[in-house]
């Protein structure tokens, strides 16, 4: 294998593959990445026991050389600090070729490293997806779907179902759902290309879409979505990235969401969150972050948090709109705060129905999307 | 006590002081910031046992009010958190008001906090300095001193005196010393008002003189240094900052510099400094961070570095000079970066007295400064 490369597109594809690439492989072979050399471009591969990502480098990007191959091969090198190897190599394009024993010089400039490559034939394959539902999305609006309902994904492994964005498609539209049984965030769109596609429950674990979201950039381009049995596939115009789904049953979220409500609030988003922002100050040490909301007459709501060896803090919120019954609740103020930075309306509107029972907030002009929240007892 | 103050200007302050307050105080009260309302102005202290930091807020600063003290007095509020409440208030004024039993009413706009205070009799004097040598330093000519030579502490407690910078007054010339035992950073400098000061033995923490720098901005204001038996005071405009000094001898550094040398090298200190980065890649998990330096006749140095498990990285950078004998060293290279980070000059030059003797690193064009290193023995 011998081949010479662009360095920054090299680093560039090296660091998307690397997110596949766990540093306490079970495997030695997975710690290490994939590089291909074919006579149109080279690809590199990653892989752990989840995600799979493949990068395809063409020879040829528009009129612009990106690699010259000058003889085919394969190798698989040691990932880590391999991007920032090729990051530091001081001119702007890299010569890559094995020696003996799968040695490989890595030249640029003054500067040559040989590093102890492994034998590509012990790799992995990539996930063989046969045919399965299929539908495409757009790269910035599956970003959107990701940020929207990642972060309220469960961290502990009690429930391991909870740890994954729960996918269904019903009529065209794609909905979106993740919960740790605290909080629920559910955001849905329209797809294309979705006649084909019929589905249900699909879970895919939440880190696996945090890192897809990390390598994919904010454009209209279009992404094919394969969802089988046990895997699905994002495929972009030079990258293939896999990932297992969860096996088991997520539960029947549709149930949790109340259908009526007793008090309907609509406020401000932004003055909203940095009212929460402060009432947790004081309680950041404790675990709990709990923050007490009630209504003063129809036109504010008042935010209070005690910490007794600490203080007190006091908020007011002007209500933009308030209809319904006199309000007390408290809740977990983290919770709402990381669904408000998520939310991306001037104003949300906040449903209750009691003291004791969940309640919904949703942006005040969207119907897309929807957050659960349970509250806390306090007494 | 009772005012209004400008938060932006608060906050600032508010951040200086704290970096004198530990999170792990020995007494409560130490956990705590001391706030002081005057009519003209007000003051902040913070303090732990090594270093006490005073602000002084003017009530007018220019031909604008920064305060306004309705009634003067004086509280402790603890410290943890209280740049953060501050900067995330709602307006710009922030009033500041003291209830019954110390509890502070801090508020701004729909936002109220209720702190427990602790009562200001009880927060420690700042130390007395009674006359001692004086002179004067440009504010970023201070920096630069601090941060030349700051690097080179050592982090082990074994020997304490180490871990502070060694400051000695000669004819009007100051000159800071830091060594660990393997190597060595002196930067010297002439000050203005020496004439009265005249002392050989303070050694100041590194850690001090760290946290000094990090409050400084990078101005032309002169900052007057006030050195005692056992304290220095640094005072600037609005701001006095104390640090304790070391007890003990600090080890004869000049003995350690050797003065005739076998072989010089001039070269391009940014590609050295790449070079070295990138021979440390590989060996970065290791913990001796050996690099292997050899001349290739008179225009070039090979910098190698070994990891057998992973591989061989090789350097060449030219030579803008060489005199003298032929040359194979071995040294840490992570000491020689950091050396070389803080040396503003293009070219180095480095003086070398064989392959287990000491050598010298200097800027090309300036004597003012001089980093020393101790070799590595590789077999």
Redo the contacts between chains.
């Keep these: 294998m011998k081949f010479t490369i662009q360095r920054d597109i090299f680093v560039q594809n090296i660091q998307h593959v690397s997110k596949a690439i766990s540093s306490r492989a079970t495997m030695p072979i997975l710690s290490g990445l994939k590089i291909v050399a074919f006579d149109d471009g080279v690809t590199l591969t990653g892989s752990d026991s989840d995600i799979s990502i493949e990068a395809f480098i063409p020879a040829e990007e528009g009129d612009k050389q990106v690699v010259d191959v000058e003889k085919p091969g394969a190798i698989v090198l040691?990932a880590k600090?391999f991007a920032?190897?090729i990051k530091?190599?001081?001119e702007s394009t890299v010569e890559v070729s094995i020696n003996d024993q799968n040695?490989t010089k890595i030249s640029s400039g003054?500067?040559?490293?040989?590093?102890?490559g492994l034998d590509p034939d012990e790799f992995p394959r990539l996930p063989e997806v046969e045919e399965g539902n299929k539908f495409q999305l757009k790269t910035d609006l599956l970003k959107a779907l990701i940020k929207q309902t990642a972060f309220a994904v469960s961290t502990a492994e009690t429930r391991p179902i909870l740890t994954g964005i729960h996918w269904g498609m019903e009529e065209g539209r794609l909905m979106c759902t993740a919960t740790d049984s605290h909080r629920l965030a559910m955001r849905e769109a329209a797809v294309e290309g979705a006649e084909e596609a019929d589905f249900s429950n699909v879970v895919i674990p939440g880190k696996s879409l945090s890192e897809l979201s990390k390598i994919l950039d904010d454009t209209e381009d279009t992404i094919d979505v394969t969802v089988t049995n046990n895997q699905v596939l994002f495929k972009s115009k030079n990258i293939l990235f896999f990932s297992r789904l969860l096996d088991g049953n997520y539960p029947a979220t549709k149930n949790m969401i109340p259908t009526n409500s007793k008090t309907n609030v609509q406020v401000d988003a932004k003055k909203l969150l940095?009212?929460i922002?402060?009432a947790l100050?004081?309680s950041?040490d404790g675990k709990n972050n709990v923050v007490n909301l009630k209504s003063l007459g129809e036109t504010k709501l008042e935010i209070t948090s005690v910490t007794p060896?600490?203080?007190?803090?006091?908020?007011?919120?002007a209500c933009d709109q308030f209809e319904g019954e006199e309000l007390r609740i408290s809740f977990n103020g983290k919770n709402i705060i990381d669904a408000l930075r998520v939310i991306e309306s001037t104003d949300v509107t906040i449903q209750f129905t009691g003291a004791m029972s969940p309640f919904i907030m949703r942006p005040a002009d969207r119907d897309y999307m929807l957050h659960l929240f349970s509250p806390v007892r306090t007494y």
Tied chains: 1, 2.
Excluded at 110 to 116: A, D, K, Q, T
Excluded at 309 to 317: A, L, N, Y
């Design positions: 040691q600090y920032d190897i530091k190599l001081p040695v003054s500067s040559e490293f040989n590093l102890n940095a009212a922002e402060r100050l004081l950041r060896e600490v203080g007190k803090v006091t908020e007011e919120v």
